[in-house]
């Protein structure tokens, strides 16, 4: 077991640009091999952010969004799910999991679930996404994937053989549930995903707070991002600090170089899918770089 806080937590709500609001919701804990999440970044540099256990992994966190827009509610990933072997699980260093058990434990209905984004179609993002019995988890709402992820995962491309959860994105099709957009759709006022592609052919990130000037009196004007893996720890903010994981690193590279000078520039408060400490921050730019904002 981890030495961390408590496998289930929620974080207090954040109201951004249209009156979204934003909670983290902590769905358990993996432990990805340091030397595949960071690639060819040298350890002594990554070795000054964080450090392993004594197998060389890393402690990170399964964290999801729940969303609030209007009178609807967004999931956004559904972690590592209920279907690994405890094989899996031991190698992996997973405890939890679960996203409905994990919405269950801080008070939430997984049945209120409107939307569920799946950011791609890896295992600790789309683990979740079917019960034991192959049943969509969330029975009412539409799961939202990038069309050229969903061809992907159907493709036959030897890389990507048995690592994208194709049964499950299935089951979801079948049940008539499954939504697959392409590029950039909004799907509530104030919540919208963009195809970043770089780790996946169809990775998408989630950007939040109506851009559309209005609103109520008094009412909050920041936007945030969810950038999927993207950027999946706040240890990745230098933008040329790719994983072995990514499939393309070189547009991941160039989506990164813009996203994270306009999240520095824009005020952006960002959500970082594994990371293991407070969420969400603010970067800023400095002559090394970007790093976190330190608060006011």
């Given at each position: 077991m981890s030495d961390g806080p408590p496998l289930?937590?929620?974080?207090?709500?954040?109201?951004?640009?249209?009156?979204?609001?934003?909670?983290?919701?902590?769905?358990?804990?993996?432990?990805?091999?340091?030397?595949?999440?960071?690639?060819?970044?040298?350890?002594?540099?990554?070795?000054?952010?964080?450090?392993?256990?004594?197998?060389?992994?890393?402690?990170?966190?399964?964290?999801?969004?729940?969303?609030?827009?209007?009178?609807?509610?967004i999931l956004v990933e559904t972690g590592t799910g209920v279907r690994m072997s405890d094989k899996d699980r031991d190698i992996k260093g997973v405890e939890g999991g679960d996203p409905a058990a994990a919405?269950?434990?801080?008070?939430?209905?997984?049945?209120?679930?409107?939307?569920?984004?799946?950011?791609?179609?890896?295992?600790?993002?789309?683990?979740?996404?079917?019960?034991?019995?192959?049943?969509?988890?969330?029975?009412?709402?539409?799961?939202?994937?990038?069309?050229?992820?969903?061809?992907?995962?159907?493709?036959?491309?030897?890389?990507?053989?048995?690592?994208?959860?194709?049964?499950q994105l299935e089951a979801v099709r079948a049940a008539g549930q499954l939504a697959e957009v392409a590029g950039e759709v909004e799907i509530m006022d104030g919540v919208t995903v963009t195809r970043t592609g770089g780790h996946t052919r169809g990775s998408q990130a989630v950007l939040i707070g109506s851009s559309r000037p209005g609103g109520r009196a008094g009412d909050s004007t920041e936007r945030a991002i969810f950038f999927g893996d993207l950027i999946p720890t706040r240890?990745?903010?230098?933008?040329?600090?790719?994983?072995?994981?990514?499939?393309?690193?070189?547009?991941?590279?160039?989506?990164?170089?813009?996203?994270?000078?306009?999240?520095?520039?824009?005020?952006?408060?960002?959500?970082f899918t594994h990371d293991p400490g407070d969420l969400p921050i603010q970067i800023e730019a400095t002559e090394k770089g970007f790093r976190v904002r330190e608060p006011a």
């Open positions: 289930h937590e929620i974080s207090s709500a954040r109201r951004y640009a249209g009156g979204v609001t934003v909670r983290v919701v902590r769905a358990g804990w993996f432990r990805p091999d340091a030397g595949g999440f960071f690639g060819v970044v040298p350890a002594p540099l990554w070795r000054r952010v964080t450090s392993t256990d004594d197998r060389g992994r890393l402690l990170c966190r399964l964290n999801l969004l729940l969303i609030e827009a209007g009178t609807k509610r919405l269950r434990a801080v008070g939430e209905d997984p049945e209120s679930i409107d939307f569920v984004v799946v950011t791609h179609l890896h295992y600790d993002h789309a683990g979740g996404m079917v019960d034991e019995a192959g049943r969509p988890l969330f029975p009412r709402a539409r799961y939202v994937v990038q069309r050229d992820e969903a061809e992907a995962a159907r493709g036959d491309e030897l890389r990507l053989a048995g690592i994208m959860e194709a049964e240890w990745q903010l230098p933008v040329r600090w790719t994983s072995a994981y990514d499939d393309y690193p070189i547009d991941a590279v160039e989506v990164r170089s813009e996203l994270v000078p306009r999240a520095a520039a824009e005020g952006w408060w960002c959500y």
